[in-house]
């Protein structure tokens, strides 16, 4: 169908449109005239994804130099993400016809995703697929007429250079392309994303500054940059600005230093003039230059803005000398994980006992990364994995040597059990999310944080410490309720449950929950999903619900699965889960908040009729990491310590709980299994899509008094409906569309009719009218 958004025709591949999904795009169409940042939250399963990629693609329309990078968070999320760009882009190609403009549409991910070398391929290990496919495709490699080549990459070098490709590419087109025509699919997906209308990748290519100056550096300044499922943006900026280096790293870069140092005396008896000519290149600066191979290996740790473009220091230019200097900061870190006190100090301090101990400057610890980057391409070695410690070590130089505010060091001692010895921890923290973000805000027009979980919205913006232009939380608009909140407080005793340290090992408690969950499994179809708050308290109960029969109770009614610690051990789990649920046994999958089944996976219709949430999932108070972290948000951002906390537990909540509703017509409880869950305080931080349906009588519910709340839930979804009293009689159909004439667009303040006089902003617009 075809509409009008103000003055913009947007052309969505459906023929039914939800008031959420028109709110959705008058906002973020609002927010890309203005320019900024915005934030907006939509209800998962609603048409988020189509709904952005509609409105910015027709956006495209009439600004052509506009380029769409769309940033998600998994492979499949990805995949998800292109395939729905394919369709809008065919819709709208097929209503224009001949007029309609050439787009290409190119997902990214790593090597390890698009390799289609026969050898290279069948690693799994990422660093190993780097590593190897280094070793082919170097310069001085691919000059060597003994040394194997890859010919997918040579047939990429010969003819990719000069291909302009058209329509949209997911990573398995990518590689049937590399296959059809012998080229390989990763080399020519980064050509290509310097010409494609959008690019779909992973956070860390933009966010992390190693990959970012390699990938996205090249993207013009009026691209529009969506980060979609960004409930943890602020997690993913941190952890790419942070390092942890322990003995063991230590000890592989003492090993790295002397191979180098053993690489190099070879170099000078046999090709002196190669060490010449670098110390001739590093004394004209860092400027990067070379083929795409050798650029990867001189990315910077730290934020393109605060990269030195100069010459490097004269202390470090020649090879022998910059050795001698990482074998300094390597004997100084060592001696400083010898102490057997926990340290916390500044980054300035640190600079400062390392200046009084070596003589080696900040300024000098600046270049360390790309010095060493050097020296690895000049002694041409490929295999950077095996150099992974030594890098990590000149990563940290350079980012110490360069960010004094917003980062910490903190050294831990953990003690070892069953050894009578320490294995401590260097850990360089950052601490402000917003370092991360800065450069992204500062560089494109337009940057869309949105996600179905953001709730409160504002906390982001003090976090992140950006301006939005536009702020939006929208609501879900059914007809009947598809969803059946249920705030657990207490069992069928009447004994309180919560999982607070002081009673959560309490007998009644756990018996409670054990009964909870048996009785849920006589009454619910289908598959039930547990979340606990952490692998050792479901492992506690678990064995508890053991000993007390629970367990054989549930099995009478359903197959139990449990998600661990281990990745293959979790993904049979789930697959054996989803065996039970589709022949119609039913399942129970016990698993932890924050862990892969609470963030990337989908539970839709038979996968998830149920959801219990044991507990409030707060995060690890006792790391000294999240202390100083919130001791730093209090005093730059004024963000309390509980407020954060709760936040960010609340947010984990919205996402274990949202993994049930998958769409519109789906239908699943959400059991929420602690008394806290009842506090205003507690339950306001949840989605508004969620809240819309948490009415009186879902609150302060005991056992007995939920479940006979989810039978009147399960009978009343289990009776016949229509589509449209499923999807809600607030469907804009294309025969609407077809009654108003296209050439005069409607005025945007008449498009909603709702109980708040066409105001979209508040979200309230459940079950009313969409019109002309």
């Given at each position: 169908m075809k509409f009008y958004i103000e003055d913009l025709l947007v052309y969505f591949p459906y023929a039914y449109i939800y008031p959420e999904q028109y709110s959705y795009m008058l906002a973020l169409k609002r927010s890309l005239d203005v320019g900024g940042p915005c934030i907006l939250e939509m209800p998962s399963g609603t048409g988020k994804t189509v709904s952005l990629l509609s409105l910015i693609s027709s956006y495209q329309l009439k600004n052509p130099s506009v380029k769409l990078v769309y940033c998600s968070r998994t492979v499949p999320e990805i995949e998800q993400a292109t395939e729905e760009a394919r369709r809008v882009i065919n819709y709208r190609n097929s209503e224009l016809g001949a007029s309609a403009p050439k787009t290409l549409c190119m997902s990214m991910s790593s090597r390890r995703n698009l390799c289609i070398h026969p050898r290279v391929s069948e690693e799994r290990e990422s660093r190993t697929v780097d590593s190897l496919c280094r070793d082919l495709t170097t310069p001085w490699a691919r000059a060597n007429p003994n040394s194997e080549k890859c010919k997918y990459f040579e047939n990429f070098e010969e003819k990719g250079q000069e291909l302009l490709l058209e329509g949209v590419y997911t990573l398995e087109d990518l590689k049937e392309y590399g296959y059809k025509n012998g080229m390989c699919p990763y080399f020519l997906s980064r050509h290509m994303i310097n010409f494609a209308n959008i690019v779909i990748f992973s956070y860390q290519y933009l966010l992390d500054p190693k990959i970012a100056s390699l990938i996205s550096s090249s993207f013009p300044s009026n691209s529009i940059v969506v980060f979609d499922e960004a409930h943890n943006i602020d997690n993913v900026c941190i952890n790419s600005l942070s390092i942890n280096i322990d003995n063991r790293v230590l000890e592989s870069s003492s090993k790295n230093i002397t191979k180098i140092n053993h690489t190099l005396e070879n170099l000078k008896k046999v090709d002196e003039q190669r060490l010449k000519q670098e110390y001739l290149r590093l004394v004209q600066g860092l400027a990067r230059s070379g083929s795409t191979q050798s650029e990867e290996l001189s990315a910077d740790p730290v934020l393109p803005s605060d990269v030195i473009q100069e010459a490097v220091p004269g202390n470090i230019r020649k090879a022998e000398h910059f050795i001698s200097l990482m074998r300094r900061v390597i004997d100084y870190l060592k001696s400083r994980l010898r102490s057997q006190m926990v340290i916390s100090e500044s980054p300035m301090a640190f600079l400062q006992s390392l200046y009084h101990a070596t003589q080696i400057s900040s300024k000098t610890l600046r270049f360390c990364s790309a010095r060493l980057s050097s020296l690895l391409r000049t002694l041409k070695i490929t295999d950077v994995n095996q150099f992974s410690g030594i890098s990590l070590i000149a990563d940290f130089a350079t980012l110490v040597g360069t960010y004094n505010s917003g980062f910490l060091i903190i050294i831990e001692p953990y003690y070892q059990k069953g050894a009578n010895q320490f294995d401590p921890i260097f850990q360089f923290c950052c601490l402000d999310a917003s370092i991360g973000m800065k450069p992204i805000f500062e560089k494109y027009r337009s940057v869309v944080i949105t996600s179905g979980t953001l709730s409160p919205l504002e906390m982001y913006t003090k976090m992140l410490n950006f301006r939005p232009t536009m702020i939006e939380r929208l609501s879900m608009s059914l007809n009947r309720n598809c969803i059946c909140p249920c705030i657990l407080t207490r069992g069928s005793d009447q004994i309180s449950i919560s999982t607070k340290f002081d009673v959560r090992s309490d007998t009644a408690v756990v018996r409670n929950y054990g009964s909870l969950l048996v009785e849920t499994s006589a009454i619910v179809p289908d598959g039930i999903i547990c979340f606990f708050t952490s692998y050792s308290y479901m492992e506690q109960i678990v064995s508890v619900w053991n000993e007390m029969g629970l367990l054989n109770n549930i099995l009478t009614n359903k197959l139990i699965f449990v998600e661990t610690s281990d990745p293959a051990e979790s993904a049979l789990a789930l697959q054996n889960y989803k065996k039970a649920c589709d022949s119609g046994r039913g399942a129970v999958l016990l698993s932890v908040a924050r862990g892969k089944v609470s963030e990337g996976i989908d539970f839709d219709n038979q996968y998830g009729r149920c959801v219990i949430l044991y507990g409030i999932p707060y995060i690890n108070t006792e790391s000294r990491v999240l202390r100083a972290r919130l001791e730093?948000?209090?005093?730059?951002?004024?963000?309390?310590?509980?407020?954060?906390?709760?936040?960010?537990?609340?947010?984990?909540?919205?996402?274990?709980?949202?993994?049930?509703?998958?769409?519109?017509?789906?239908?699943?409880?959400?059991?929420?299994?602690?008394?806290?869950?009842?506090?205003?305080?507690?339950?306001?931080?949840?989605?508004?899509?969620?809240?819309?349906?948490?009415?009186?009588?879902?609150?302060?519910?005991?056992?007995?008094?939920?479940?006979?709340?989810?039978?009147?839930?399960?009978?009343?979804?289990?009776?016949?409906?229509?589509?449209?009293?499923?999807?809600?009689?607030?469907?804009?159909?294309?025969?609407?569309?077809?009654?108003?004439?296209?050439?005069?667009?409607?005025?945007?303040?008449?498009?909603?009719?709702?109980?708040?006089?066409?105001?979209?902003?508040?979200?309230?617009?459940?079950?009313?009218?969409?019109?002309?």
């Open positions: 730093f948000l209090r005093d730059k951002y004024q963000i309390k310590e509980n407020e954060f906390l709760t936040f960010d537990a609340m947010r984990t909540a919205s996402q274990c709980v949202g993994r049930v509703i998958r769409g519109k017509q789906d239908y699943g409880i959400m059991i929420f299994a602690d008394k806290r869950y009842n506090r205003l305080d507690k339950r306001s931080k949840l989605p508004q899509w969620i809240l819309q349906f948490c009415q009186p009588q879902h609150l302060n519910l005991s056992t007995d008094m939920a479940i006979q709340l989810s039978k009147q839930f399960l009978r009343e979804m289990g009776q016949p409906f229509s589509r449209e009293e499923q999807l809600g009689k607030s469907l804009w159909s294309l025969e609407h569309i077809e009654k108003q004439p296209t050439s005069k667009p409607p005025t945007t303040t008449n498009n909603i009719t709702n109980n708040n006089n066409g105001n979209t902003n508040n979200g309230n617009h459940t079950n009313d009218a969409m019109q002309l």
